[in-house]
């Protein structure tokens, strides 16, 4: 499986960014995927997650009611939809994917990550 994310940017506090992930590979409709994220001298924290075969969502507290994550089988690509955007949720993004069943808040779970897309948000 190989990922790639992409839909970072600079954005105002407020608005509203989807990034997109990517995917290769014949097993991802039954892989679990994920967003997490890590902003500058901080560690990687989980923001998001999706189940594998049309399984349930997942998301950090932070960023619960203002972000959805789903996926698109047909298109092999996982979204991240962020609304309502704050300066804390600036960070560079990562997809993963991972067996179906991990431990979805665990990036050592996750055996496939993506590059990486920078989001920014000014106040």
């Known amino acids: 499986v190989q990922l790639q994310a992409s839909g970072g940017g600079l954005v105002q506090a407020g608005d509203s960014l989807r990034l997109s992930c990517a995917a290769s590979?014949?097993?991802?409709?039954?892989?679990?995927m994920a967003w997490f994220r890590q902003a500058p001298g901080k560690e990687r924290e989980f923001v998001a997650a999706?189940?594998?075969?049309?399984?349930?969502?997942y998301y950090a507290d932070s960023v619960k009611g203002r972000f959805t994550i789903s996926r698109d089988y047909a298109k092999i690509t996982v979204y991240l939809q962020m609304n309502s955007l704050k300066p804390e949720d600036t960070a560079v993004y990562y997809c993963?994917?991972?067996?179906?069943?991990?431990?979805?808040?665990?990036?050592?779970?996750?055996?496939?990550w993506g590059q990486g897309t920078l989001v920014t948000v000014s106040s």
């Open positions: 999706i189940r594998g075969s049309g399984g349930p969502t």
């Open positions: 993963a994917a991972g067996p179906f069943g991990l431990e979805y808040k665990s990036f050592d779970a996750y055996d496939y």
């Open positions: 590979g014949r097993t991802f409709s039954s892989r679990d």
